[in-house]
């Protein structure tokens, strides 16, 4: 049984050689390069990767199942440029292979923003979906993405470190991202957004995460996050509202050519 680390990469130069490092155990270690334009792709050649050069072209599930076809190793473990495999999953990992217990293996993800690790709010640690089959999956969603499989879910033990953020430049960047992204999604979804979600999801937004999953367990930078949730949840709302309302627009002037 063979087990290969997908890595998908985009200017990930600061992250690439940790993540490798402690991915070392793997059989092949295979990056998915998104065209960067740093040293990611060097760097990754340089610790023995095999890199392959793919546009993502903000299609994440899609460059997820590009990389399936690109191994042809038995068992696969995706690990993001900014995760490290902690110690103690790669016998997990060989345990189950070797057992071939066939299943999607949802692995602990512990979150860590601006080096402070969190246990609580938005960035608890969560249980991604991350090891299994080669053969078994398939990626839907253009951003946060989700394996489907009929394959039965099973928790596996080890964990991965995430560094989710280390700059409030970074923060913004994915901010605008994902709100655009969702907006998109949602519009092609057929879904609108009224002035009153825009003026109670964000409120209630903050609730949840500050409140409900206890984001003030982690002291000023969980407040702060809480906050910042509120105002993504009305980001995204608000773009949406801008797709309906040109596509609305663009509809009536079509009428009138």
């Known amino acids: ?31 998915i390069d998104d065209m960067s334009t740093d040293r990611t792709a060097e760097l990754a050649q340089s610790l023995g990767a095999r890199v392959v050069t793919h546009s993502l072209a903000g299609d994440f599930a899609g460059q997820r ?9 038995d068992w696969v473990l995706y690990v993001d440029a ?8 790669e016998a997990e990992l060989r345990r189950i292979m070797a057992a ?45 993405e989700r394996a489907e499989s009929e394959l039965p879910v099973r928790r596996m033990g080890g964990s991965l470190l995430h560094h989710t953020y280390e700059s409030w430049e970074q923060y913004f960047q994915k901010f605008n991202q994902y ?30 995460y500050y409140i409900l999953q206890c984001g003030f367990l982690d002291g000023r930078i969980g407040f702060i996050l809480a906050m910042f949730h509120g105002f993504y949840t009305m980001a995204k709302y608000v773009k949406l509202h801008d797709l309906t309302m040109n596509g609305d627009r663009n509809v009536y002037e079509d009428r009138h050519i």
Not at 65 to 73: E, G, K, P, R, S
Not at 123 to 130: E, I, K, V
Request: hydrophobic share 40%; with cysteine; net charge neutral.
């Open 65 to 73: 199942n590009f990389a399936l076809m690109q191994t042809d190793a």
């Open 179 to 208: 709100t655009t992204l969702m907006a998109e999604r949602q519009h092609r979804e057929g879904r609108h957004a009224s002035f009153l979600k825009i003026l109670l999801d964000p409120p209630f937004a903050f609730f949840r």
């Open 100 to 144: 071939d217990v066939r299943a999607v293996y949802e692995i602990k993800r512990i979150n860590v923003v601006f080096g402070q690790r969190m246990c609580c709010g938005g960035h608890r640690p969560d249980y991604p979906r991350r090891f299994f089959p080669r053969d078994a999956v398939h990626w839907t969603g253009l951003v946060h």
């Open 1 to 31: 049984m063979r087990l290969a680390v997908i890595i998908l990469t985009h200017n990930e130069e600061h992250h690439i050689e940790a993540c490798i490092q402690s991915a070392s155990f793997a059989d092949e270690i295979l990056v």
């Open 82 to 89: 900014d995760e490290r495999v902690n110690e103690g999953t």
